[in-house]
């Protein structure tokens, strides 16, 4: 070992930090807590625990349904002996699976050595053959990354995803019926309600929430370059067609039935799809919010003991909102990235695809981390009616859209007098600040049927908001 290997210190002198505890990326160090859970499913250990599910659940399923020629089913003891290898996968595990991968340099050759290791305690030492009968790596590959996969979409994402979608909407339904004045290009334009603008997000994202709910979860198993030729030329008489599909699907997975040597992966790119749309939909609404807060519509809640600013007392910052927004730009960088490149492959095979795929977990920590601190900011929000109110009340000039198209109607009905509605209107409001009572007064001098009028003297920007607070049905 060289000096320099040995060395705990640094070339500036300071001591160096490298150890087997301390994080490089903040998913797995600023951030653990809130990305901990895609653990289970989505890292090196989790992935190397799914591939021995996968030579196992082949392992059993070849005996049970007598696929080579002098075999029989397994035992329940030997059967749950096998799974318990599973079951009891632990760190210690995968560190003997690093271990044998360090002589093998392979990491699915590995697996089999680790499996085949334990069949003499289940007195199956003479079936080590069968460990990784007829497969490729992209066999047991494709099928784990599928099972991790799933299983952090529906355990992990999903039940984030749903919950913000749900907190959305019990936002929404809090404030149906608050007024606000809209903001078109960032100027004053026709009113509508709090929740219904909130609802509109819930809509949006709650949709590309049932995109990923639909998504399928693709998998092969048919050898080298998916002919199964080591297949038939081991075992003709076996309907390896129906062996494949068989226990695919009995993994939980949908059957890939055409593809080269690895799946094709554009089931991944469809659901990666889907969850970037979901982000970008997410930072939308960080935006708006961010942006409200900063015109003071909503007032943030301080946390005891938190600073803002580290020099301006004042201060509560919109924090989770930015960190999300930071967040969901990296998750989609990575998800696009992903989607975009692993549809691709050269000739029958190529390996971009397996580097790519030890990026999946962060693209997801990303998206969650960003859906934790949403949730999180949302939470600390508290509707500011005071001065939404007084918003409205200082542009009384929206209504002018709903004077004319009364005018509209009123001249379609016959009544005289209302011609060119728009034109006059906008020599009255166009560039101008026009308060309530020279509204009332331009009304007044229109000559409208009477019940027109009334409606229109009636009307206020506070109650211009048609019929918003009935759309919320639709974020349901």
């Known amino acids: ?111 089999e050595y680790f499996i085949g290791r334990r069949l003499e305690k289940l007195g199956l030492a003479h079936l080590k053959p069968l460990v990784h009968f007829g497969c ?25 995803a749903r919950d913000l979608v749900a907190q959305l909407n019990t936002m929404a339904e809090a404030a149906r019926d608050t007024p606000m004045l809209s903001r078109t290009h960032g100027q004053p334009a026709t009113p509508t309600t709090l929740g219904k603008e909130l609802a509109v997000f819930a809509y949006r994202l709650g949709r590309q929430v049932k995109a990923v709910e639909n998504a399928e979860f693709l998998g092969k198993i048919n050898g080298a370059t998916g002919t199964f030729s080591a297949h038939f030329a081991a075992v003709p008489g076996a309907d390896w067609l129906k062996v494949s599909e068989e226990f695919v699907t009995g993994l939980g997975l949908d059957w890939n039935p055409l593809t080269t040597q690895i799946e094709n992966h554009d089931w991944q790119a469809e659901l990666y799809s889907s969850i970037a749309h979901f982000n970008q939909v997410l930072h939308n609404l960080c935006t708006d919010i961010w942006n409200y807060i900063s015109i003071r519509f909503f007032r943030q809640i301080p946390v005891a003991g938190a600073t803002g600013s580290s020099t301006m007392p004042h201060k509560v910052n919109p924090i989770r909102f930015e960190n999300a927004e930071a967040n969901l ?45 949403v949730a999180k900011g949302l939470a600390r929000l508290d509707v500011a009616e005071d001065v939404i109110a007084e ?86």
């Open 1 to 111: 070992m060289s000096h320099r290997e040995n060395c705990t210190t640094l070339p500036n002198g300071r001591h160096s930090l490298a150890g087997a505890h301390l994080a490089l990326g903040p998913l797995d160090g600023r951030y653990k807590a809130a990305t901990e859970p895609l653990v289970d499913y989505l890292s090196e250990a989790a992935l190397n625990r799914d591939r021995v599910h996968v030579e196992v659940e082949w392992f059993i399923y070849l005996c049970d349904n007598k696929v080579l020629p002098g075999l029989e089913p397994l035992s329940d003891e030997q059967k749950s002996g096998l799974r318990d290898i599973v079951t009891e996968f632990t760190e210690e595990s995968a560190a003997e699976l690093a271990e044998i991968e360090a002589v093998t340099v392979h990491d699915v050759k590995a697996v």
């Open 136 to 160: 490729t790596s992209e066999d047991i590959n494709n099928l784990s990354y599928a099972l991790g996969i799933k299983d952090a979409v529906t355990n992990v994402w999903l039940p984030a």
């Open 329 to 373: 730009e990296i998750s989609n960088a990575l998800l696009n990235t992903l989607g975009s490149t692993l549809i691709q492959s050269r000739w029958q095979r190529d390996l971009t695809d397996s580097s790519s795929q030890r990026n999946i977990g962060v693209a997801f920590g990303h998206s969650i981390l960003a859906i934790s601190n």
């Open 391 to 476: 918003d409205l009340d200082n542009n009384w000039e929206v209504l002018a859209e709903a004077i004319q198209m009364v005018m509209r109607a009123e001249a379609i009905a016959g009544v005289e007098g209302m011609e060119d509605p728009y034109e006059r209107l906008k020599e009255l409001t166009r560039g101008h600040r026009v308060d309530a009572a020279r509204l009332k007064e331009f009304v007044a001098e229109l000559g409208l049927s009477e019940d027109a009028e009334k409606r229109l003297k009636e009307l206020t920007p506070a109650t211009y908001i048609g019929i918003a607070p009935e759309l919320l049905k639709f974020a349901k």
